[in-house]
C-alpha cells in the first residue's frame, strides 16, 4: 500500500478534478486550473462546482458523482466543512488519490483533528491516497501537473531540472519554490505535505527516489512520525544512487520548543535525527542558504569525487587565508600544489604563493591564462577532490570575461567529475552561463568553501548499510520484572559480546569471607538488588577489600547499610568481584527514542558526560567501523588516543562492544527499556574492556 | 606626526599631482583623473608626464619640480624602479602626502624591501606622508577625490554614505567595493593600505574616527604590527561613538600559514586578536558576507539598544523554529510576548503561536495587519531589543506589498532605537526602498537573526576603557638574573596582591625537621633552585610530610635525587609550605606576545587546558569585571560555579587575582618575560585563592 507505484496516479495523474473550482483570477479553486491550462497540461481536467457550467473554458460538474470517467487525481479546494462531503461523493473506486489544500484541521484544535481523522478514514477505505490537510500541494513540472494554489508559477515558468523538493511546510515551500526560481535552479516535483494525514515526507522521498528525472531530493522538515519508513525512504534514495539534502528545524532547545508548539508531529531528540542523516549519508543543513547552496551543487556534482582535498586559488593572498580559514574549520585537507607546478608558477610570478591556497596574485589580471594553467598543473596531480578559485573584482570585468568563460570550459572538459567553483561578482547573464558549464558561483568566499566541502565531506560519511541483525540470537529476558539487577544486567550484556568480570554472590558473611579467600585478590563488594539504583548513595558499597576479615565486616556494613536505608528493598545478597585496575572509564547506553527505535549513548566518564555533554550517539543496529566513528566524535577520544603521554586505550575492543551493544539493543527492541553501563572501562590497547555496573531496565509487561 | 591631522591633507586634498599621468583610458596614470573629472572634484589636478603638454585637457608638467603651487597629494602611477626619482624631484615642503600604487616593492623580494625603505626614508625626510606601495589608493566619495586606479568607479558612481573602509589587501579592497555597490550600501572613505611603509591600518581608523561624515569603519585586516598604535585607533573610535567592523584572516593555523606566507606583517596570535576584539568593543566578522551585513546593519543602527531580547515573527511556524536555532545558538535570549499582547493575537488567530517565535500563520494574508498590530503589542512591552520578521512568499506579492511598507514606516516611527529586519524575496526597488525607512532586508532567515544578533551582543561587549594602571607599584626585580626561583616568583606574585602559602626555607634535614615540628601539620618540601623548572620530574618534591623524621627523610631524599638528576643546578633550599587540602587547581598565565604587549592567559588544571586547550585570554591590564568574562568564556567555568553538587568556588577572589595578575604583567611588561602560575587553587566561595607554585622569567638585561 505503501510502495510508490500506489501514488504514481496522485502524482503522475492523466486526470485531475477540481471540487471548488473557480473561474475568479487568483482564487483558490482558480489557480490549479489556470496553471494547468498555461503551461499545457495533458491530461483531462474536471472543474467541479454545482453553481457553475462552464469554467475557464472547460466543462464544469455539479458533483465528483457526475464524472463518468475514473480520476486519478481530486483536488479539494473547499472549506474544511464541506471536504468530507466532496470526497464522500466520489464513486467508489473512480479515485486514485486526493490533493485538500483547506486548512481547519489537526493543525487548530481537537474538534479539527476529530474531521481530519474522519476524512482519512473514508479516504483509507475508498482506496485514495491523501496529500494534505493543511498544505499548499505539488507540482510536477516535468508534466506540467499544477496541483497547488500557490501563485508562485503565476507569474514565472519553473525550469524543469532535477531536484525534488518535499515540505511539510506549505509557507516554507513557497518561499523555497521563489527562491529557486530566483536562483534559476529547475525542479523535477515539488511537494508539500502539511498535515500528513495520509502521505508524509518519507513517502515522497521514496518517491522521488524511484522518479528517474530526479538526481538530488531536498527536504524540509520538522518533525518525523514513522522513522522505519523514513529510514526504508532513506535506504531506497541511496540504491537508486540519489543525494538528500534536509534542513531539519528544532537543532536547539528553543527551537525545539517552537517546532512542537507549531506542530502536532513528535519530533523527537535532535541528537537522533543527527544520527540519523550521518548513518543514511544524509547532507544536513542549517539555514535555508545552505540548504539551496548544497542542493544546487549536488544537482551538478551528485557523485562522489575520489580525493577530499580541496584546491583553493586566489589573486588575494589574503581572501586565500580567509578560505584556507574556512576549509580548516570544517576539517577539510589543503594538500599542497605538487613541486613541479609550484616552480612552474613561480617561473612566471616570482612572489606567487605556491602552496594551497596558491596566490597567482594581481598579475593574473594582466596574464589571464594564468588561473587555467596553474589550475592546470594542480589537479592533474589527482591529489584534489574539488577546486574553488577567487577573482576578486577581475570577476566583474567585461575583458576578463571571456577568459574566465573558457577556463570554466575547459575545467569542465579536463575534469568532469571535480566541483569547480568560481567567487567572483557577476552579472545574472555570466552567472548562468557559467551554471550552464557546470561551474558554481558565489559572491562569498567562505560559501564557496563551505559548499564545496559539504561535497567533499559527503563521500566520506555515506555509512554502510546497517548490519544484517538476522544472526543476533535474542536474549534470553525475563518476563516478569522490569529491572535486572546488576549481576542479571551484566549476564545479559555478557551473553551479546560485552565482557565483565567475574561475579561471585555472597548470602553472609561467613560466604563472603570464603569468596575473599578463595579469590585472594583485593574485591568490590555491592549490595545486589534491583530496588537500589544508586548503591553508593545509601552505603551499600565496599572498594579494595583484601582479606576475609575484611569481607566480613564489609558485608555487615552493606547489610546494616541497606536495611536502614532502604528496609523494602528486595536483596539478592552481596556481589564480589575482583578490583579491576587502570583503564578509563567510559559510559555506554541505550534509550528508546519513540520515532527511531532503539538508539545507543556513548561518552568518557565524569566531567566529559556531566559538564560538558560531550556524548555521541548511533540509531542501532551499527558495526565496528561505524563504533570508530561514534568514539572518535566526542572530543575525549584523544583520551583513548593516548593524549597526555598515556598508553593507548583499546578502541578497537570499544567499538566491537558498542556494536555488540547495539545489536542487542536493536534484537531485543521490543522488550529493552534502557541499558546503561557505568562504568564500561577501557583497558590498555590488547586488553579488551570490561563492564563494571550496568542496570538493564525492561518494557513494562505487555497482558 | 602621526595624529589624524597630518594625514587630512593627503586624504582631503586640494590639489592633487598625478606622476605618470596618461591619455590612454583605462591605464593606471589615466584612471584618477578621469575620475576627478568625472565626478567634478573641486580641487587643482596637475598631471605629470615629460611627454605631453596636455592630457585629459588639462595642462600636463614634465616633472613634480615644474609644479608651482604647494601639492596636496602627490599620485606616483610609475614603476617601481621609478618611483624614487618622482618623489625625489618635488621641490622640499610643497608635498605634504604621496600614494604609490606602484608594485614591486616589499612584497617581492629583499631588493624590493630596501628600495621601499629607501623611499620611505626620502618621504620621512621631506616630511611627506606615504600610503602604499603596491596599494590600490583611496577615494574621499563625499569630496570626490579619487585617488585609485581601480576601475569600479568608473561603471558606477558609488553612493555617499556614513562607512568608511579600509582594508590592507588592494585585491580585496576593490572587490569589497564592487559588494557594496551592489548592495547599494554608501561610503565615506575607502583605504587600501597596501605594504604600510607609512601609514597603516590603524593611521585610518584614527582617522575615519575624527571624521565627521563616517559612523561605522570596517577594516579588512592581515596582521598589525604596532599593537599600541591599533588600541589607540580604537579607543578614539569609542569615544566618537563610532562602530568598528574587522574581518582579520588567519584564525586557523592554515589560514595563518597562508597569511604569513602573503604578508611581511606579523600576524600574531590569533587568540590575541580575539581578546583585543573583545576588550575593544570591535564586532569581529568571520566571512565577507558576514562583514557587510553586519557593517550595513551598523550603519543604520549603530546606537546600543537597551534591551537584549530579539522578538521574532513569523507567517510559517516552522521558519519560525529555525529562527530561534539561530537565535540560541548566538544565545540570544527570546523572551515570551507579554501575556495581554498574547490574548489579543489569539483572539483574532485561534491557533497562533505566541511565545517567541510568534506564529502570525498564513493568516496575515488575508489579515495583512496582524503584523503590524503584533509587533506594536510586543514592542511596547520595552522587553525587546530587536524584531525580525520572516513573511516567507507573502513577501515577493504585489499586492501585499503596500502592507509592507506600512508596517515598516510604523515601526521606524514608533520605535526609532529597535532594529527591525523583514526576510523576504523582494525586487531591488522595493529593498531599497525599505532600506531607506531604516529597515534591514535579508532573504535568508538565519542571516538576518545571525546579523541582528550581531548588533545585541555588541551591546553586552564594550569593555569599559581599561584600568589605569598608575597606581600600581612597579615590583622590584632583579636585574642579574632572568628565571626567578619559586620563592621569588611567589613573592612578587604576592606583592601584586595574588595570595600564596606560607613559605619557609629549610638547607639542612634539621632545619627541616624543625620547620616540620613547628608547623605541625602536613607539608609539601620541594627543592628551591631557579635552574630545575619540573622538579617532579626529577624527584625534587615529596607530598604529605606529617612528622619531623619524614622531614628528614624527605630532605634527604630530594636532595640527593637533585644531586644525581641534576648535578649543576643552583640550589636554594628545600622549600617546605602546609598542604592545601581540596579547592580547583587552575592555571594563569602571561606571556608576551609580540606585537600586543603581556596577555593573560586562564584555564582550569588536567584535561581542559591539555587536551580541550579551554583556555581564555586577555591582554593586560583589565579589571575584576572583564576577569569575570576572562573566566566565564571557558566551558569549564561551570565546575567553579558548582557543577555537579559542589560547592561554588570562590570566583570573585580567582577574578581578583587574574586582574591583579595582568596589572602587574602590564606595569612590568619591560622586564617580565612570562609568568606560569600552576596551579592556582581556588578555594570555596569566601575562602580565596592560593598560588601553589609559580615561575617568573625576566627579560635578559639589555646591557
Redesign the interface.
Known sequence: MNSPDTLKKLFAPQSIAIVGASETIGKIGAIPITLLKKYGYQGDIYPVNPRSHTIQGLDCYASLADIPTPIDLVIIAVPAQHAYTALANARPGMVAGAVLFS?GFA???EAGRIEQERLSALAQERGIRLLGPNCLGFMNIRENTFATF???AMNHQIPVGNIGVVS?????G??A???ML?RGMGLSSWITTGNESDIDVADCIALLAADPHTDVIMA?L?GCQDGEKLKRAFIAADQANKRIVI?K???????????A???AALAGDDAVYDALFHQYGILRT????EFFNVGQALSVWRHPTRNTGLAVMS????????M??????MGLS?PAMPKQAQNRLLQRV??A?T?N?V?VT?QAVSDPTLFSDTAHDMLSSGQFGALVVFL??AG??DSFWPHIERFAESMRASYPDIPFALVA?LPEPRRRALEKLGCLTF?????AVRTVGALLKRNQSISSTPPSISSTALPLLPTDITTLNEVESLAVLNEAGIPSAPILIAHSATQAAAISQQLNRAVVMKILSRDILHKSDIGGIRLNITSPEDAITAFQDITSNVQSHAPAARIDGVLIAPMIAGGIECIAGVHRDPVFGPVVMFGLGG?FV???QDTSFRLAPFDETEAISMIQET??S??LAG??GRAPADIEALAKALACLSQLAYASRDQIESIDINPLVVLEQGQGVVALDALVMLSSPTV
Do not use: K, M, W
Not at 249 to 259: D, E, H, S
Not at 324 to 329: C, K, L, S
Not at 443 to 447: F, K, L, M, R
Open positions: 486548512s493543525e487548530i484544535d500557490s501563485p508562485v511539510q511546510s506549505g509557507a516554507f513557497a518561499y519554490c521563489s527562491l530566483n524540509y520538522e534542513t528545524v528544532g537543532r536547539t532547545q528553543a527551537g525545539a520548543q517552537a517546532a508548539s507549531h506542530t542549517h539555514s535555508i542558504d589573486l588575494s593572498g589574503g581572501v586565500g587565508a580567509l584556507a580559514d574556512d576549509a580548516q574549520e589543503l616570482p612572489f604563493g602552496q591556497p596566490d594581481g576578486a573584482a566583474s570585468s561578482l559572491t562569498d568566499p567562505s560559501t566531567i556531566e559538564i560538558l572530543r575525549a584523544q583520551i593524549a597526555r
